[in-house]
């Protein structure tokens, strides 16, 4: 039957979360937008027309979240005769408030929780296996319960966690927190979130809206590394500091991003532990001039580009989703594959634990941003906000983080977070760390390069003040201060540099970084360079400065020519005179100053060209006879060849010539 019409006009309406109704009409030469929009089509099939707009309108609809949306994998899981004592520091280690019990053939067979544990140990059973405290009559679910009857099990029964199996075996498990994170996101997406003027919904990390956020190569380059994932059967996640600078991105111009993040994790059970290496090598197939790195130790890999004429200088980390252990404070801590919640949970700030995903997700997605934290939340209200308590404790470097994001971002770091930072300074925990272990990265290498990263920066002075103000330069030293002749020489020693050294063929964040060192007493100064690893020359001047200032000081004083003082300094470098100037009297520091500006560039009016068309025979004679000159130049004795000729005719008589 024909439903052929001379004219159509269709006008649409829709309240339904996910559904696009201007995507759905612009095809056809309609508009409006999402949740309104109308077309008028001439001649055409009115039925077909119908039914395919339907259609394509029931698949924007999103699904229903299942438990195989919010369980997090893999599992933590210990056999029945794993004893209580060893259970607890399981569950101490990963922040578990629970633990699955698995038999041999890693059947589900118990539960055990973070109170059965604390009650065996409270009546002294420790030693006892956990089979015999744990839940035996476990209530689960398979992946595809629904989000309604998983918050149904969970009321009806008061349970905290519901394991998730699939053909008898446990593929994750989903908690009373994942329930309440999700039903706090669906609230979030109807709210509008205003972060720098511009309205923003977590939707807005769709695909659709990621793309044209970057430039095309980089957009392609993610696509293939998607691709290339899902085909193995992972998940694929941009993660941290390009996540969030997205979100904050005015949308106006493509943002450039030279540092990216990538995680692999599984779709229904971990990813292996070696799936971002793997992923990396895909790549480095693709992308031949890429140089890759792999670091095994942590399992991650890095595809570097420098100068590259289409990506630029880019550094692209993958790693498998993870989890970490510190095992003591400012340790490297100790990581293992786990999953993408988990690995959002081991980083330092809400603003740098969002993810978007890459993989599997369509336009309508329902999880197109992975935000556990409030990220979104702290964006609005521009706030630096820890993960946990103990954060800093972990790692002092967070601290030198959480200055440089505030200053960087113009945020503010929250009370609480301000107060773990001031609790873990004044606890003397890292002082107790450094004489208890010889390697400590976070108060040594990894230290040393958060201080190259701010003190670098064109906003390093309010960096510094604000590391001061929260007592954070203690983790250098104890007594470090920023006191006001400290700051003065700090900020002195960078007009000196861009003085003296424009084109930064020196260091200029290490010799600040020296500045600082060097007000702490002498025989503290070697000790902190040492143990930042600084090289060997810093620790060199910082070693010999108090003795380098002595001698200078006695000579400078007793110096009556110019001459004098210039053989006496170009004795010296001139990182080492810098440092010497910054701290020197002002007397001292002004010839210092004038040697590096002036002296130190004076030429005599006669070079050894001159000499040997003046007669002289080349020879050892030279350099006394050039350097005469240079003494007689700077003590003004003579100005021009004229005058040099008759000093020679003086004090190099003709009966020297040839």
Not at 150 to 164: E, N, W
Not at 218 to 224: K, N, V
Not at 570 to 576: D, G
């Amino acid at each position: 039957m024909s439903t052929s019409v001379t004219k159509l006009t269709i006008i649409g309406r829709t309240r339904i979360e996910g559904t696009d109704l201007n995507q759905l009409l612009q095809p056809l030469g309609g508009g409006g937008h999402s949740q309104a929009a109308a077309v008028t089509l001439r001649d055409c099939d009115a039925q077909t027309i119908l039914e395919q707009l339907v259609n394509q309108l029931k698949d924007q609809i999103p699904q229903p979240l299942t438990a195989r949306d919010l369980m997090s994998s893999p599992v933590r899981t210990i056999r029945p005769n794993t004893k209580i004592k060893e259970a607890q520091r399981i569950l101490l280690r990963y922040g578990h408030s629970g633990l699955s019990v698995v038999d041999k053939l890693d059947q589900l067979v118990g539960i055990i929780s973070r109170r059965d544990l604390d009650l065996a140990l409270h009546h002294g059973f420790g030693h006892a296996p956990v089979k015999g405290y744990m839940t035996k009559d476990v209530k689960t679910i398979t992946p595809e319960t629904s989000m309604a009857d998983i918050q149904s099990l969970m009321v009806t029964y008061d349970i905290g966690r519901l394991p998730v199996l699939e053909d008898g075996q446990l593929m994750g498990i989903v908690t009373r927190t994942d329930v309440l994170r999700q039903l706090f996101q669906e609230e979030l997406k109807v709210k509008q979130l205003k972060v720098d003027g511009s309205n923003l919904k977590p939707a807005n990390l769709k695909p659709a809206n990621l793309k044209p956020l970057l430039a095309s190569p980089l957009w392609e380059l993610l696509t293939i590394a998607a691709e290339k994932a899902q085909e193995r059967g992972w998940h694929l996640y941009l993660v941290g500091g390009a996540v969030r600078d997205l979100l904050l991105a005015d949308g106006k111009k493509q943002l450039l991003l030279n540092d990216i993040d990538l995680v692999v994790d599984g779709f229904n059970r971990s990813a292996d532990a070696i799936a971002g290496v793997t992923l990396a090598k895909e790549l480095r197939k693709i992308y031949r001039k890429v140089r890759l790195e792999v670091h095994g130790s942590f399992q991650t890999a890095a595809l570097l580009w420098h100068n590259d004429p289409t990506f630029g200088s880019l550094c692209v980390d993958i790693a498998t989703a993870r989890t970490e252990f510190y095992p003591y404070p400012a340790a490297n801590p100790q990581v293992e594959a786990s999953s993408i919640r988990q690995d959002l949970y081991r980083r330092d700030f809400t603003i740098n634990a969002m993810a978007a995903r890459l993989t599997k997700v369509n336009p309508q997605s329902q999880l197109p941003l992975l935000d556990f934290f409030g990220g979104m939340l702290d964006l609005r209200s521009q706030k630096i906000r820890v993960l946990h308590a103990n954060s800093f404790i972990e790692d002092p470097t967070r601290i030198y983080r959480a200055v440089r994001f505030a200053v960087r971002l113009g945020f503010d770091i929250e009370p609480q977070t301000k107060e773990y930072i001031h609790y873990a300074i004044e606890s003397g925990v890292y002082q107790r760390t450094l004489a208890e272990n010889t390697k400590v990265p976070a108060l040594q290498t990894r230290l040393k390069a958060e201080l190259n990263y701010m003190l670098q920066a064109p906003y390093w002075q309010p960096a510094l003040q604000l590391l001061s103000s929260l007592g954070a330069l203690q983790c250098l030293h104890p007594t470090l201060t920023l006191d006001k002749p400290l700051w003065w020489r700090v900020r002195l020693v960078g007009r000196w540099l861009q003085r003296f050294d424009p084109k930064q063929t020196l260091r200029h964040w290490q010799m600040r970084l020296e500045v600082l060192i060097a007000d702490l007493a002498p025989d503290e100064r070697v000790k902190v360079a040492k143990n930042l690893q600084l090289p060997v020359d810093s620790v060199e001047r910082l070693e010999k400065l108090e003795g380098w200032q002595a001698d200078i000081l006695e000579s400078l004083t007793t110096c009556q020519l110019n001459s004098q003082i210039v053989h006496m300094l170009r004795e010296y470098k001139l990182p080492t005179l810098v440092l010497i100037g910054v701290y020197s009297p002002r007397a001292i520091r002004r010839k210092i100053w004038q040697y590096l500006t002036t002296w130190r560039h004076v030429k005599p009016p006669l070079d050894g060209n001159d000499l040997r068309t003046l007669g002289y025979k080349p020879g050892a004679q030279y350099r006394e006879i050039l350097d005469a000159l240079l003494d007689a130049t700077l003590d003004r004795v003579i100005q021009d060849q004229a005058e040099a000729k008759a000093f020679l005719a003086i004090h190099y008589p003709p009966l020297e010539k040839e």
